[in-house]
């Protein structure tokens, strides 16, 4: 059985990582400061004999005792309100932060996994991304820190597999949802549930053509631990996410379908750089690690509205994108109906 480091463990994404680690009998040592994680993620792991939690920012240099095996990365701001409101800590941590953890998995002779994303694609060409799409990212934009910030991340990681042989592995996530998102950070799934839950009108940015592909938690918590495992040559980058695409409309329809209303929808300005398309090639995925995403969004939708029901005791107030405070327009709900 392995030792295994989660960076952002206490997250959306890393508490499910970390669940499903010491589950299949490893040992987990979780590294988070909490600057978008919550100890409620991981408080049923916390007595576990094979879990440790560590506070620590990962901007400064870590030191492990014993050994380490794999570290999988996951420690960044995630959402656009989260990673826009303090960008230099952004750039930062997928600087600096990568940096240490570069220098832990060399020291411990360790894998290391770094989230990478879809972003770094930026507003794509091209109408499915593959995997040696160089990008079309607005390097003096508002979402740069984000998407310059992992795409220098990646560069750092295969530095070190040049330079030093370090085993990597790099995975490019598509949006991914969930139970556990915070309902707090403006995603797209979390504001449309919560909004609905609490009888507000679901915020559409734009006109809500704009498309993105949703991949359910569990299967990309699989596809990450296939990546982990997978022989050495396979350094990635990989995609991980669902190519069932949707408008930004649709997914306000379905989550209004589920909830048994009729879509309650205004709109508001489209944020600045907003990808106008987002849906992944996994054919490396499906050829190099067998996997492919199973759970259909209806399936993966109610588990999640599920999840929100119980956790929302009071009416809570999606938050905002900055700067998106106007209300444009009703109109729409009649085109989500059509
Ligand atoms: P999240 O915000 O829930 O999790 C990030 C975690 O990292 C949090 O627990 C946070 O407290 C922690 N963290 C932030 N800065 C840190 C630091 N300096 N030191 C230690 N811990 C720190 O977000 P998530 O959705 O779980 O995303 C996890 C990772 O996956 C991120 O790197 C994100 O960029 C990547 N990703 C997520 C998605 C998605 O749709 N969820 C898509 C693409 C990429
Ligand atoms: N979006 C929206 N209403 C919201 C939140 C997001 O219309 O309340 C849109 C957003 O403009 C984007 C898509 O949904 O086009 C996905 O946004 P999210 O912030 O979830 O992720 P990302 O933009 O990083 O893909």
Redesign the pocket.
Known sequence: MKRILI?????????HLCERLVGRGHTVVC????????RA?ISHLLSHPRFRFME????RPLTVLGRVDEIY???????PP??QRDPR?TV??NVL?VANLLDLAKLKRARILQ?????VYGDPLNEEQVESDWGNVNCTGPRAC?DEG?RCAESLLFDAWRLYDQPIKVV??????GP???EN?G?IVSNFITQALNDQPMTVYGDGSQTRSF?YVDD?VDGLIRLMESPPDITGPINLGNPEELTVLRVAQRVAALLKMKPNIVLRPLPTDDPRRRRPNIARAQALLGWKPTTPLDVGLVRTITYFRRHLGEPVAALKAPGRDKIVSIEVARAARA
């Open positions: 960076a952002g463990g206490a997250g959306f994404l890393g508490s590294v988070d400061n909490f600057r978008t994680g919550r993620n620590h920012d990962i901007t990365n996951l420690a960044c701001p995630a959402s989260h990673y800590y930062m941590v932060g989230a990478s994303t879809s972003e984000y992992k490019r996530i598509f949006n991914t949802y556990r998102m915070d950070d995603r991949c990309l």
